[in-house]
Structure formats: C-alpha cells, structure tokens
C-alpha cells in the first residue's frame, strides 16, 4: 500500500464528536509509551503528524487522520502507568470501550505491545474485547531494534505462548530501521480493500 497524503483531522472523546463513518478505519491502541505515535508516523511517512513524547500519556484523546482520502488511522489513548491526573485515567477506560463497541466502520485494531516487556493483563482483556466484537487485530511488538535477533525471537515465542497466538501472526517492528512496516501495511491493504476473512489474524 502506497501512502500518498495524510492529514489530521479532529480529536474526540464521545461518538457525536468522531468524523461521518462513510470510510473504513484502522485503530491503534498500546500501553503508554509502547511507540504508537512512532508506528503511525512511520507508516504514514511522515515525521511528526501524529506527536510523539517521552512522557507517558501524552494522548488523551481519540484523534483521527484521513488517509489517502480514503480510509482513517484512529489513535487511542494509550493506557498503563501514564504520568497523568487519576481523574483523566478513568476517563479513558470509557471513551476507548464506547468507540469500539459504537464504531461500525472500524475494521480492525493494531495492538502494540514492547517486545521487550511480558504481555499484562491488559493486552490479554483487549484481545477478548477484539475476538468479542469480531475485530481482526494485528499485534505489532514494537522497539524490535533494542534486541538482538536471538533474543527477538525467543520474546516472539513468549508471546505467542503467552496470548495464544501464532508466531506468523506477530509483527515485528522498530521505527528506527523500519522493520516490518511493509508487512504491517501490506496486512492493513489487505484488510481494508480485499474484505479477508475476519479469524485470519
């Protein structure tokens, strides 16, 4: 898939904010700081449309980016230990549930998850959230670069293990020599433009 333009849109918290639901969408959801800004940005080409930051929990909202006047990437807040007030975390477990139950386009969700962590609790609830809804998902571990190749694929077998997922069905990726973007992009043309089966991933 060929990126030729992309251009934020608007920010939400609740349905009667989000944009028409006339195209397609792809959202990326991760623990804060797990690199989601970097993927989204190194898919799209792009070096800062969607802001990236150290500090955890930068995102709190729901954005959302038209791509090739065509299809959305949609970027959840992410969730974990974010440097953020208690009162903003406990919005963001509703605002996250209600675009996922409501958005009828939404075509399936990228997961992230650091390649050099363990899956949480979390991670294993949202997969039941995505089989639940009959979201196909694509699990990216990211910051693949920080491992050697030895270790990166006994980490892939942890987590295939760990979620129950085939190997084939986890993606590598770093932002930083752009390992596995191709793949990750041929997987969402795919899934937008092709109508695969949703229990391929």
Do not use: C
Not at 62 to 88: C, M, Q, T, W
Not at 98 to 111: D, E, G, I
């Amino acid at each position: 898939m060929i990126i030729k333009s992309a251009i934020f849109v608007k920010s939400a918290v609740k349905p009667d904010q989000y944009p028409e639901p006339i195209f397609p969408e792809i959202a990326f959801a991760g623990r804060s700081n797990v690199g989601k800004s970097s993927l989204i940005n190194s898919l799209l080409n792009r070096k800062q449309l969607v802001k990236t930051s150290r500090t955890p929990g930068r995102t709190q909202l729901i954005n959302f980016f038209i791509i090739n006047e065509s299809f959305y990437f949609v970027d959840l807040p992410g969730y974990g230990y974010a440097r953020v007030p208690v009162k903003i975390k406990k919005q963001w477990g509703p605002m996250v549930e209600s675009y996922l139950f409501n958005r009828k386009n939404l075509r399936a969700v990228v997961l992230l998850m650091d390649i050099r962590r363990t899956p949480k609790e979390e991670e294993k609830k949202l997969l039941y959230l995505f089989h639940q809804l009959n979201l196909q998902t694509i699990l990216v571990l990211t910051k693949a670069d920080k491992l050697s190749r030895n270790k990166q694929i006994a980490q892939l077998s942890l987590y295939s293990k760990s979620l129950f997922i085939n190997k084939e069905n986890l993606f590598l990726f770093s932002a930083k020599n752009l390992q596995g973007k191709e793949r990750i992009l041929k997987t969402m043309e795919k899934i937008l433009f092709l109508a695969i089966p949703k229990d391929v991933t």
